[in-house]
């Protein structure tokens, strides 16, 4: 059974960083895109980065050049680097794996992490 696992989330002023880690308690890993997805009440889902089987990355465009995803597949863990942060980044963020080797929105996500917090003060 797929357990994904989040950790790394926190309160801090904007214009910090957090980075969270996500661990994939599986070893299908690299045969599946992962990502993280954020939500605030109210608000659907938003995905925010993937990282497909080839390794190549997708942001939207609000986090393009301050969030950087990476995997270390040696590992299964899945991280989430976050500078700049902005209080608009606030949400719970979830990490997720793909059913398959690419992810193109919520319908391509197979197993969702439990969600960690973020929040950012200004």
């Known amino acids: 059974q797929v357990e994904l696992v989040e950790s790394g989330g926190g309160s801090v002023q904007a214009g910090g960083s957090l980075r969270l880690s996500c661990t994939d308690s599986t070893t299908t890993s690299s045969s599946r895109c992962f990502g993280w997805f954020r939500q605030v009440p109210g608000k659907e889902r938003e995905a925010v980065a993937d990282?497909?089987?080839?390794?190549?990355?997708t942001y939207v465009d609000s986090v393009k050049g301050r969030f950087t995803i990476s995997k270390d597949s040696s590992k299964n863990v899945l991280y989430l680097q976050m500078d700049r942060l902005k209080p608009e980044d606030t949400a719970m963020y979830y990490c997720?794996?793909?059913?398959?080797?690419?992810?193109?929105?919520?319908?391509?996500?197979?197993?969702w992490g439990q969600g960690t917090q973020v929040t950012v003060s200004s």
């Open positions: 990282i497909d089987s080839e390794g190549s990355t």
């Open positions: 997720a794996k793909g059913i398959g080797g690419r992810c193109f929105g919520p319908a391509s996500i197979g197993y």
